[in-house]
């Protein structure tokens, strides 16, 4: 009896609250959002049309310099790369204006109902808090958007193009003259054949598409599952059941103009099987392609009625197989290890900016030993602000990870030990792509170094490596106890376990957030400048560099 009272008076309740509350972020909005979209939209497009003339620049310079391509290739990304430094910059003007409406009112609401929902502050503090939350701090939260996209546009900007610059490629990139008469004709006939095919697909599921999708909410909305499970999400989603239509008309909107781009896929299936035919294959086989995937987003049944002819070279399955294999039992050996989970167990998720934030506090804390030993020095720190030196924000985000990697397989932990004692998971990690993408390979570099049983001289040596990467001198310098091994295949294991790693930390250097929260990091170290120590280690390597 006591539920069902429970029950109806939410219904009483809830709506008068949910008005208040949402009306009151709206007026928020209605008086931040000005500012906000000041911020971001005059920001960003500063950024992009500020940045435009140093990009086209630059990356002429760097095709031109980069060994990577051949001189006809060359030749022709240096025709078109206008092209798509313009479209970037159209893109960035009109999204930032976007996002700027978008955040100035969208956040304020959110903040607002994330404020009433926190359990643990009294009343009287969260009532205050859906007045004050999404005001102020919107609009810095608005400079730091344009923070993350000034460093987005220039630091991982130029990040990619010195790897263009540094590639060594034996045999370069080159053009295949004689096959562009071939890739010309079928980009015209796949536009032609694929526009009023793909357009039909797309009418004809879009219909489908309206109502799976509102029976999919709708089941999420009784059994509180998928954009429901946040009490916060609540509103938004039940507004998502109402926009539904919407986003199906976008839906297909988008599905018919991608037509364009797979049409002129068929040009590329040309040019990479060197087969007119074969690119001639691919415009029967796109349909068949279109409609399969389609017919997997909805859930139908699987196959096409087109045809779908071989438009690729049959690959040696031996070949192609064996290292999609040899990955996913790396992955299925190293999740066997997981213990079986007990669904009815109340398991506390980590959000990912916990995990982000306790790795960049790890880099900190590893930044300031490192600097106090001497194993980095003030040249370092200052090469990073010229973007000269990847020894602190590769080598300390690599040295960061392999000594949570060491201190997990040592404890014998199942996931990953952070330096606070928290442990990281397969059962209490976030979910996402962008997580898989993250925790995998992590996952598979822990059980490939926990198989190699590395001594303490070897673990010590391989901290150097993820350091300083190919920088012998610097290697041979550190004294920490480090000593190669004497085994040449087990010295190249190390040697190629500290690239990927070092790979995998300048991917992460890359990602918007990442420059902003390593300047924090950066100015943390250096306040440590004058811990004991420091400065006669400091003295002597600068005598020796």
Excluded at 105 to 112: C, D, H, L, S
Excluded at 201 to 230: N, V
Excluded at 335 to 357: C, F, G, H, M, R
Aim: net charge neutral; hydrophobic share 45%.
């Amino acid at each position: 009896m006591n539920l069902y009272w429970t029950y109806f008076c939410y219904c009483i309740f809830f709506p008068p609250i949910f008005c208040f509350l949402f009306a009151l972020g709206i007026i928020k909005g209605a008086i931040f959002s000005p500012f906000v979209f000041l911020v971001i939209a005059f920001g960003d497009t500063g950024v992009v049309i500020g940045l435009w003339p140093l990009h086209l620049f630059w990356s002429i310079y760097c095709l031109i310099r980069t060994n990577k391509f051949g001189v006809y290739m060359k030749i022709l990304l240096i025709c078109i790369v206008p092209i798509p430094i313009a479209i970037w910059t159209i893109v960035g003007v009109v999204g930032s204006a976007i996002m700027g409406i978008g955040y100035g009112f969208v956040w304020p609401v959110m903040e607002t109902f994330r404020a009433i929902s926190k359990k643990d502050m009294s009343l009287h503090m969260r009532l205050i808090k859906c007045f004050t939350d999404g005001t102020w701090t919107q609009v810095q939260g608005a400079c730091t958007i344009v923070r993350d996209f000034a460093d987005f546009s220039f630091h991982t900007y130029f990040s990619f193009m010195d790897d263009l610059l540094d590639s060594k490629g034996e045999n370069p990139i080159e053009l295949k003259v004689l096959q562009l008469p071939g890739c010309l004709l079928v980009a015209i006939l796949g536009i032609v054949v694929n526009i009023p095919l793909i357009s039909l697909i797309s009418l004809y599921k879009g219909p489908i598409l309206l109502f799976k999708g509102w029976q999919q909410l709708i089941r999420d909305l009784i059994g509180r599952e998928g954009p429901f499970l946040e009490t916060v999400c609540v509103p938004f989603a039940g507004l998502w059941i109402l926009l539904w239509p919407l986003v199906v008309l976008f839906a297909i909107i988008a599905g018919i103009l991608s037509s364009i781009p797979i049409g002129l896929y068929s040009a590329v299936v040309a040019y990479q099987e060197s087969s007119t035919k074969r690119g001639l294959n691919f415009v029967v086989a796109a349909a068949s392609v279109y409609d399969e995937y389609t017919n997997d987003l909805l859930y139908l049944r699987e196959g096409s009625c087109f045809p779908r002819p071989q438009y690729r070279e049959p690959a040696d399955s031996t070949a192609s197989l064996l290292p999609v294999l040899k990955l996913r039992q790396q992955m299925e050996f190293f999740y066997a290890d997981e213990p079986l989970i007990n669904s009815s167990a109340n398991i506390q998720k980590l959000t990912a900016a916990v995990i982000w934030d306790e790795i960049f506090r790890a880099c900190e804390s590893i930044g300031k030993e490192l600097l106090n030993i001497g194993a980095i020095h003030s040249e370092d720190i200052d090469g990073w602000k010229k973007s000269k030196n990847k020894i602190v924000n590769i080598g300390i985000p690599a040295y960061a990870f392999l000594d949570c990697f060491l201190r997990s397989i040592k404890e014998d932990s199942t996931g990953f030990l952070l330096r606070n004692n928290v442990e990281i998971t397969s059962v209490n990690r976030p979910e996402g792509r962008i997580l898989d993408w993250l925790y995998d390979p992590m996952s598979v570099m822990k059980k490939q170094i926990k198989n190699l049983n590395l001594q303490e001289s070897e673990e010590l040596y391989f901290y150097k490596l993820c350091l300083y990467g190919s920088d012998k001198a610097r290697i041979e310098y550190w004294q920490n106890g480090g000593i190669a091994p004497q085994d040449e295949i087990r010295k190249a294991q190390l040697e190629g376990l500290s690239r990927r790693l070092r790979g995998f930390c300048l991917t992460i250097s890359r990602l918007p957030t990442s420059h902003r929260k390593f300047d924090e990091v950066v100015k943390a170290i250096e306040q440590s400048k004058q811990t004991e120590g420091y400065g006669v280690a400091d003295n002597d390597i600068e005598a020796n560099s």
